[in-house]
């Protein structure tokens, strides 16, 4: 069992904190499985990006080899990313044009309505509204207009991930509920606090951020690089103090796999990364369950 048919009453609840990291999110499925199969509770989920996807459509009841299938085969990120990067910059003297003429929209080189549409139909009708769903979540973003993280915990499930994941630039903005979302890596790219305020005597926290590591000059030479760098840097400290908040941290290692990857070999990598990571964990978070359940006896 994933979760408890009845209220909990005699263990902790445990809330699964699940980063951001495009490609890299691909690890939270080799985590969700060792956790199945080791028989810990899943009360609560919160996920930011791609963290919200894994952790959305687990929480509407979808498998974690069903995930992973649409991670290896590609379509999952290719529905993310359905034009090549590349091509949409080749052509972005035409997303000016509407605007000669008047019409303006938010800015961004993907709509994200495909993205949107290939979540729904992944998940049974039943659950494709949050409020339905068996497992409490919510997908974290920040909204544009106060600058504050938001934890979208109502509403359809496939437009909250798509608020989630709306990273900059790149996404459009999501309006919801008089507010207009993006990635909520912004600011909160591994959520342990929302776990945290969302009821959960434990909090895990799975974080796919890469670890910043002494590199030579010379990697700063190649095209991106100083931005991939940056970036690296920029999710490492906005996440620091989550780490610290969290009851138990698990790291898969997967550095070397870009936020953006389309790569299957990637996505392989990445689920095995989670798995190997998560069976290093299990006998802390079995203990930190025993310690736990003993303060409240």
Known sequence: ?????????????????????????????????VLIREGIPI???????????????????????????????????????TVPLSVRLAVIPIFFLPRVI??????GFYRGKKFR?????????????????????????????????????????????????????????????????????VLVNLPVQQARQMGADIVIAVDVDERPC?????????????????????????DESQRLNADIVIHPEVNGIGLISTSRIDAREAILAGEKAAENAIGEIKRKLNEKARENE
């Open 1 to 33: 069992m994933i979760v408890s048919p009845e209220p909990v009453t005699d263990r902790p609840t445990i809330g699964l904190a699940l980063g951001g990291g495009g490609m890299r999110g691909a690890a939270h499925v080799g985590v969700l499985r």
């Open 43 to 81: 009360d609560y989920i919160a996920g930011t990006s791609m963290g919200a996807v894994v952790g959305g459509l687990l929480a509407a009841g979808v498998h974690p080899d069903e995930i992973e299938r649409r991670f290896t085969e590609g379509s999952l990120m290719h529905s993310f990313l």
């Open 102 to 107: 008047g019409v303006k929209g938010y800015e």
């Open 117 to 185: 549409n290939y979540l729904n139909r992944m998940m049974p009708q039943c659950s494709r509204e949050i409020e339905a769903l068996p497992i409490p979540y919510c997908a974290v973003a920040v909204n544009l207009l106060d600058g504050r993280p938001v934890a979208v915990n109502k509403g359809n499930l496939g437009k909250a991930m798509q608020a989630s994941c709306a990273v900059p630039i790149l996404r459009r903005p999501v309006p919801i509920d008089g507010k207009l979302l993006v990635d909520g890596g």
């Open 214 to 238: 002494v590199v030579a000059d010379a990697e700063f030479k190649r095209l991106g690089s100083v931005a991939h760098r940056v970036l690296t840097l920029n999710l490492w400290k906005i």
